[in-house]
């Protein structure tokens, strides 16, 4: 929001409301997050995966199992992704809002 304060100033000035401003940090907040989300979620199910395959060995002296167990269950991963999401859906708002009542001429004043 720091960074943006001229833009944001000038789409104020052309007539934004608060709820269009508002909008546009929460949709690239929530783009952001679901990139992320993503990522996490492939790079989680690789690591299992991979994990599976090669195993990670455990000291039979202290363990009952030879290897580490893996079990991808869908529904955690989608809780998680669930979970992720609406995180930073709520990460935006606080920003978003404070974007929103931003007034033009101070962020024009500011550069």
Do not use: H
Request: aromatic share 8%; hydrophobic share 55%; charged share 15%.
């Amino acid at each position: 929001v720091l960074d943006k304060r001229k833009e944001i100033a000038v789409l104020k000035s052309m007539g934004a409301g608060v709820p269009s401003v508002m909008k546009i940090f929460v949709a690239e907040g929530v783009v952001i997050g679901a990139i992320g989300t993503a990522f996490g979620l492939l790079l989680g199910f690789g690591s299992c995966l991979l994990i599976d395959r090669v195993g990670i060995p455990l000291d039979p002296e202290v363990y009952y199992i030879a290897n580490l167990p893996v079990l991808v269950d869908p529904s955690q991963f989608a809780l998680v992704a669930l979970a992720a999401l609406a995180i930073s859906y709520l990460a935006t708002i606080y920003p978003a809002t404070k974007a929103a009542r931003l007034r033009p001429v101070d962020g024009l004043r500011s550069e």
